[in-house]
């Protein structure tokens, strides 16, 4: 307010400003005390309010005393026992002289190897399947394709097995894949050409955990266990068979004792391992009974597992 308008106010509207402004003072002053008293407040952690666990801030870890490392003789790579190649090189003058070096002078011999891969890129044959009319009857002639290169995919057995070994061994995509094999050997193959690769690839695949499977279920000792998998957002579940020289796995959507009796197939083992579920019992003359034991393990429970074991895999 400006000194006229408080030369134009009353003696009563002074009083009534003045106490007004020591309201508004009074105030201010209880605001200003609850704010300092909050700056000596702990700050809120997950610890001590409802701020979220993510919210909290993790304290530095002291710093250790940093360990003496103990030095120890060098070691250097192994020089491979049969190179492909071998490169003798001699020096053709002396340093120091500037006449011409002998090669009887120089016998000893320095050895290192240098290890590179060569330019991977892909190996196109072209196929010209010849025709015509025999000379002699008239009959039409035709010349047969050559073992492994039939017609139709042009693609071959070593293409086929590197993307099937990448996809289920790596996980690598179909997209990836196609980004691999164009960057890595200058091969373009397109997610479509893959995904008829790994069609094909189901019958020989087949055909062996078959082979597999007889041999699981013909021997005297199985062990065996099951545990849950999803399958394209479905909970199915995942079945081993081991025995001493082979593992026979199966994807089921069941947890229940005829997924054992459809892979035995009528066959009695002489002795069976596993848990005590109720699905794994009665399959063979002796259970012999153990605690929850992964897929991986089943054979070596069986105390007749090996490490070279094949493995085949069936899905429903």
Avoid at 2 to 31: F, G, V
Avoid at 181 to 188: D, R
Avoid at 255 to 281: C, H, I, N, Y
Avoid at 286 to 311: D, K, N
Wanted: proline content about 6%; glycine content about 6%.
């Amino acid at each position: 307010m400006t000194p006229q308008a408080l030369d134009s106010l009353s003696k009563q509207e002074l009083i009534a400003l003045i106490l007004a402004q020591q309201e508004q003072i009074r105030q201010l002053m209880a605001r200003v005390a609850e704010l300092e008293a909050k700056l000596n407040l702990p700050p809120k952690t997950p610890s001590n309010s409802s701020l979220p666990p993510s919210k909290g801030q993790k304290a530095n870890q002291p710093e250790k005393a940093k360990k003496l490392r103990k030095g120890r003789p060098g070691v250097a790579r192994k020089l491979a026992e049969n190179p492909d190649c071998i490169r003798d090189e001699f020096a053709a003058v002396c340093l120091e002289c500037g006449k011409a070096a002998s090669l009887s002078d120089q016998l000893e011999v320095y050895a290192y190897d240098h290890v590179d891969l060569p330019e991977i890129k892909p190996v196109v044959t072209r196929v010209n399947i010849h025709s015509g009319a025999c000379r002699h009857c008239g009959k039409r002639i035709v010349g047969a394709p050559p073992a492994g290169m039939l017609p139709g995919s042009p693609f071959g057995p070593g293409i086929a097995a590197l993307a099937i070994y990448l996809h289920t061994r790596h996980m690598v995509s179909y997209n990836r894949l196609v980004e691999m094999f164009k960057g890595l050997f200058g091969l373009e193959i397109s997610e479509g050409a893959i995904a008829n690769i790994f069609s094909r690839a189901h019958t020989p695949f087949a055909a062996e955990a078959g082979r597999i499977d007889a041999e699981v279920r013909a021997a005297a000792v199985i062990a065996s266990d099951e545990t849950s998998a999803r399958v394209e957002g479905q909970t199915c579940w995942q079945w081993v068979f081991g025995s001493a020289t082979a593992v026979a796995h199966r994807i089921a959507a069941s947890r229940g004792k005829a997924v054992v009796s459809e892979f035995l197939k009528d066959a009695t083992p002489e002795v069976w391992v596993s848990d005590r579920l109720g699905a794994q019992m009665n399959h063979a003359t002796a259970h012999q009974s153990a605690s929850p034991i992964s897929c991986a393990t089943a054979v070596t429970q069986s105390r007749l597992g090996t490490s070279s074991s094949r493995q085949a895999s069936t899905t429903c």
